[in-house]
C-alpha cells in the first residue's frame, strides 16, 4: 500500500465522522468513557486468556455497523499493527513452554496462549480506537477527553499531533512524486537517496511547522484549539449508550461466556435424557 493510499484512508475516517447517525450524534464523552471502559476490562483479563477475548469484538464490530464504518477498511488499518504486535510476543513461545493444553498430538504451552493473546488484545484495541474515530472524529475525541478532565497542554499536543500527520505525510509525497517525475526508471530510491530525502523531509516540515506556527499566532492562537461546533449535551440516550454497554461488558468480564456455552449442549443432553431417558439409550 503506497503512502497516497494510506493516507487517503486516513482521511477517510475524519468524512465517515461527519456522517449523520444516531451512533454520531451521541456526545463524544459517552463514546470515549465507554471505550475507555471496554480497553480496562479487555486489558485487565489473565495473560493466558483468549477464548474470553472473543466476546470483546462484538462491541467494536456493532458500533461500525450501527455507524456505517467499512469493516474493511477497518481491518487494512489494524493490520498495519499486526508487525509490531508480532515482534513484542514472538519470543514468548520460546520463554513460556509449560504445558497448559493438550489436543491430541498438538501441545498448547503457556507461551502460545500467551502469544495469541496479546495479538488478539492489540487488534482489539486498535480496532477500538478506529472505530472511536471514525464515529466521533479525532477533534471531538479530544475535546471530549478534555471534558473529561485531560490537562489542556496534553490535549493540545495531541490535537497537533494528529494534524502533523497529514504535513508530514503531504510534504513526502510532495518529494517522491518530484523524485519520480526525475528518475522514471528506477522507482524505488536506494538505501543512499532514502538518508538524503529523510534529511530533506526533516528539514521541510520544520520549516513548514514554523510557518503554521505564525500564521496560527497572526489570527490569535492563545493556546486552546477554537471549536466552532455547539458544545453537545449529556442526555438520555448517552446515559442509555453507557448502561447498555457498561452492562454488556461487566458480563464479559466477570462470566466466561465461551465456557459457558460450550457447557450448553452438554446441560441440554443431560436434561434431556433425564427427561426422557430411552432416548439417550
Not at 40 to 66: C, H, K
Not at 97 to 114: C, D, F, K
Not at 211 to 223: E, I, Y
Amino acid at each position: 500500500m503506497g503512502l497516497d493510499t494510506a493516507l487517503h484512508e486516513i482521511r477517510r475516517l475524519d468524512d465517515l465522522a461527519a456522517q449523520d447517525t444516531a451512533l454520531h450524534r451521541l456526545d463524544a464523552r459517552a463514546k470515549v468513557l465507554v471505550t475507555l471502559a471496554y480497553l480496562v476490562s479487555m486489558l485487565s483479563l489473565g495473560r493466558y486468556e483468549v477464548s474470553r477475548l472473543l466476546p470483546f469484538a462484538a462491541f467494536p464490530l456493532l458500533l461500525a455497523v450501527q455507524g456505517g464504518v467499512p469493516l474493511g477498511l477497518l481491518l487494512r488499518r489494524a493490520a498495519l499493527a499486526l508487525p509490531f504486535v508480532v515482534f513484542v510476543g514472538i519470543f514468548n513461545p520460546l520463554i513460556d513452554r509449560n504445558v497448559h493444553l493438550t489436543l491430541g498430538p498438538l501441545v498448547i504451552t503457556g507461551g502460545m496462549l500467551s502469544f495469541t493473546s496479546i495479538v488478539l488484545r492489540s487488534l482489539l484495541a486498535v480496532t477500538t480506537g478506529l472505530v472511536l474515530v471514525a464515529v466521533t472524529g479525532f477533534d471531538q475525541v479530544c475535546r471530549a477527553l478534555g471534558r473529561l478532565g485531560m490537562p489542556t497542554a496534553l490535549l493540545v499536543q495531541l490535537q497537533f499531533l494528529y494534524r502533523y500527520l497529514f504535513v508530514l505525510a503531504d510534504e513526502a509525497l510532495r518529494m517522491l512524486h518530484a523524485r519520480v517525475q526525475r528518475c522514471a526508471k528506477n522507482s524505488r530510491p536506494s538505501l543512499h537517496e532514502y538518508r538524503a530525502l529523510l534529511g530533506n523531509l526533516l528539514l521541510r516540515t520544520l520549516d513548514r511547522a514554523g510557518r503554521v506556527h505564525q500564521a496560527m499566532l497572526c489570527r490569535g492562537f492563545d493556546g486552546t484549539m477554537p471549536d466552532l461546533r455547539p458544545t453537545s449535551r449529556f442526555g438520555l440516550a448517552e446515559w442509555r449508550f453507557c448502561a447498555i454497554w457498561g452492562l454488556f461488558l461487566l458480563a464479559v468480564r466477570i462470566l466466561n461466556i465461551p465456557q459457558h456455552l460450550g457447557d450448553l449442549p452438554l446441560y441440554l443432553a443431560a436434561k434431556a435424557g433425564g427427561l426422557f431417558p430411552g432416548v439417550l439409550k
